[in-house]
């Protein structure tokens, strides 16, 4: 499959279902055909406005579309996004809000770089904000970059981790989500023991797989059940002439979109089948449930084959960090040398891609770390978009992460004097 003509095969696919649901909807609205009520005629603009903009997104990056924050001075202050570090393969971005003083607490929350764009964690942004100064890794779709970049693994992410974590400064508190816990922790260790001043205050691992067999799940099945020659010959492609990193080898995020609709494939065929009939009802919108959910959804990026692959090989296969025997540019990384770091894990009790174990794991590989600077969480009942964007995040796990730093980062809002008044 690693060819130019599949990549380019399933684009056309993609760009074809585009114009059948643009065709349907514009047949639809032709105004000779509005003289009479024609049921068949709404349902077919209803299907066409559906398949439209679902395949639309497929290939669209959302923007993070974040709302002004109210802070303590009781207005409301626009949040602009800024560019700190710009990248080949991903940008350090901050969410400065206008008009207010920077934050004690600073937050660097390490986005998955897993198919979906860094605004998947639009929400958990927004409720950092009004408490926060927070910045966040942007990474960029593969089929963008041209291949005079070069390659991009796992130890290539690992670098580029250490170097924002380099530029924020010692007192950044980080937070990473699912598939980069690994590599962050990874990353932590690598500053422990070669350049200790750049160290985080804290570090928070989010639901994320540092030992993949402590809880096996049907993601880590899938990694042992099949070889890398398997993965590399059925899952890799060379990216098509249509964009700039063309010749490029990626894991196309239209491939890794298909497997994640096959996991919950009848749960996804009746939400578009109701919103088709919502949509001829005229009870749909631009931002009503099933389009805000989706538009972020199908929104889906390409992988570079080598991140993809020394993913699968590295972390879930041989589990490098598990057993401690993770490398990067020939220096092997020892993850006790974390000696000072206050690192937290949290997990979801119904997480069915992280389970529970597998970040926990963490804890274990910190031998000199002190128990009093290591915390672990388990949030019943959550599964794994709850412990980090959902109802779980916001009234549980968010408070209890904004107290493990301000407990290890000394960063607890000042307490209000008391006066004493006479008479």
């Not at 494939?265 to 578009?272: D, I, M, P």
């Amino acid at each position: 499959m690693k060819y130019m003509y599949t990549y380019d095969l399933m684009e056309s696919v993609r760009n074809t279902n585009q114009w059948l649901g643009a065709t349907a909807r514009a047949f639809a609205a032709y105004p000779a055909l509005a003289a009479t009520s024609n049921p068949l005629v709404e349902w077919l603009g209803a299907w066409g406005e559906v398949t439209e903009r679902t395949f639309s997104r497929m290939v669209a990056k959302p923007d993070w579309g974040i709302p002004s924050v109210q802070t303590g001075d009781g207005k409301d202050h626009i949040v602009q996004v800024q560019k700190v570090i710009e990248r080949p393969f991903g940008d350090l971005i901050h969410f400065k809000v206008a008009g207010r003083k920077p934050m004690k607490r600073r937050v660097l929350l390490v986005a998955p770089m897993s198919g979906h764009y860094a605004t998947l964690l639009r929400k958990t942004v927004m409720s950092l904000l009004p408490d926060c100064e927070v910045y966040t890794t942007d990474w960029h779709n593969a089929r963008d970059i041209p291949v005079s970049e070069g390659k991009f693994d796992v130890e290539d992410y690992t670098l580029y981790l250490v170097d924002f974590m380099k530029h924020l400064g010692s007192d950044i508190n980080v937070i990473a989500v699912c598939q980069p816990v690994p590599l962050t922790l990874a990353a932590t260790a690598y500053l422990a023991e070669l350049d200790p001043k750049a160290q985080p205050k804290t570090l928070t691992l989010i639901g994320g797989p540092v030992d993949p067999s402590a809880a096996p799940t049907e993601v880590t099945d899938f990694g042992h059940s099949v070889t890398m020659g398997q993965l590399e010959q059925t899952m890799i492609q060379r990216v098509g002439f249509k964009y700039a990193g063309v010749g490029r080898k990626v894991y196309p995020g239209l491939l890794q979109l298909a497997s994640f609709i096959s996991m919950n494939g009848q749960t996804h065929a009746e939400a578009f089948q109701n919103q088709i009939f919502r949509a001829a009802k005229g009870e749909s919108s631009d931002h009503d449930k099933h389009n805000v959910f989706y538009d972020e959804y199908l929104a889906v990026m390409d992988m570079t084959a080598e991140f993809y692959l020394s993913t699968v090989e590295r972390v879930f296969k041989n589990r490098d960090i598990a057993r401690n025997e993770f490398s990067v540019n020939g220096h092997k990384v020892d993850i006790s040398k974390i000696t000072t770091v206050a690192v937290k894990t949290v997990e979801g009790e119904e997480d069915d891609i992280s389970a529970p174990g597998q970040c926990k794991a963490a804890l274990d590989l910190l031998t000199n770390l002190p128990d009093e600077k290591k915390a672990w969480h388990v949030e019943p009942g959550a599964g794994h978009y709850g412990i980090f964007a959902g109802g779980s995040w916001r009234n549980n796990i968010r408070p209890l992460v904004l107290d493990f730093i301000d407990a290890n980062a000394g960063t607890a809002p000042a307490k209000p004097k008391v006066v004493a008044v006479n008479g």
